[in-house]
């Protein structure tokens, strides 16, 4: 305690200025990070750096920690490079004014869940083909970047429009981010795996293809039957009602652990073959 209070009485205010700006261009970074998929690239290489720098102090390696001095500058130089997509997002929204805005992300959600959820009745309704890809932990901004940005409110009006098939952007898959669609018309992997069911057409296998690539979660809806279809991890719950598939999405969504969502899938698997079983 004695060693913390003397170097608090040695700080001047450049001293604070100093660390306060250290800490905002940090925060600034991971701020931007934030939902890409550099995030796991940035773990990988802060933890590289700790255990380089631990090995080379507690070990009086001399050519080794030589080499490592050499490495800094081109890692330097390599960072713009790797982040090169992340920074430019960075500078865009730094333009717009629009790098620290902080939004009821909550509220967002809970609203773009609703106009969801009312959108997809109505299409299946309708037997409107959509899919709907959610972000979550993993970034989509490469899938974003094929499609047509929109950053706009979700509302179901807008959903109705998108999918209308005589429109442009019907074709492809909107991504919402943040309660927000950030962009319509994009293009989605498909899945080389192999179904067994014949009426699993492309819209269903680029759901299934996203969630093998990613930790995100789709919603498909199909034009020839008209049902819901929920799609993560490389696997498909078929038959949807809207009751469940708010309850599915909200768990899925609010959720922090994305590890934790195999206990839910055996349930929903089960429930969805005693659905199944109750119809034949």
Known sequence: MWDLTWVLQRL???????????????FGLFYTLRGTRAVPLVRGITALLVALALLSRLIELRAFSWMIQQLLPALLVAVPVIFQPELRRALERLGRGRLFLITSQDQLR???????VTATQQMA??????????????GLQEYVETGIPLDSIVTTELLLTIFEPHTVLHDGAIIVRDGRIAAAACVMPLTAAFLSDR?????????????????????????ERGRISLTHNGRIIRDLDTGRLESILNTFLNQHRPDATPGLWQRLRRANRRNAGGKG
């Open 12 to 26: 001047s205010w450049s001293d604070l200025l100093d660390i306060f700006l250290v800490a905002l261009l940090f």
């Open 110 to 116: 809970g609203n773009a869940m609703h106009a969801i």
């Open 125 to 138: 309704e309708r037997r409107t083909g959509a899919l709907i890809v959610f972000e979550r932990q993993t």
């Open 199 to 223: 009426q699993l057409g492309l819209r269903h296998r680029a759901g299934i293809g996203i969630t093998e690539d990613s930790d995100a979660v789709a919603l498909v809806v199909s034009e």
